[in-house]
């Protein structure tokens, strides 16, 4: 059996555009990319990241939020976090990462 793969849908949560991440978020993904791209063309500047179906989270998917923090941040947009487990949240906190998210 194959382990689960990494599926990254573009959603709306409470509102703002969000990325829901389904599965294990184990790697650095270009749906992700591509759906911060389209929130800035559409001239908006907030995002959610959805992790109520998220497995777990590595490095990797570290390495991807800090893209998007990148690009969010070049647009003073704010990232939102929703649906989080305990153990991502400590693993976001240890990394530094936390202070920039907001928490739904």
């Known amino acids: 059996m194959q382990p689960p793969k990494l599926n990254v849908q573009k959603e709306t949560y409470n509102g703002i555009d969000s990325i829901k991440v ?4 184990d790697m ?7 759906i911060v791209n389209e929130v800035i063309a559409e ?5 959610v990241f959805d992790f109520l179906e998220t497995t777990y989270i590595t490095s990797a998917g570290l390495a991807a939020l800090t893209k998007v923090i990148k690009k969010i941040g070049n647009i003073e947009g704010t990232i939102y976090i929703a649906n989080i487990t305990e153990d ?4 976001i906190s240890c990394s530094s ?3 920039f998210f907001k928490y739904l």
């Open 28 to 34: 650095i993904d270009n749906q992700i990319d591509t």
């Open 97 to 99: 990462l936390d202070r």
């Open 22 to 25: 389904i599965g294990p978020f």
């Open 88 to 91: 991502m949240h400590g693993f």
């Open 43 to 47: 001239n908006k500047k907030d995002v």
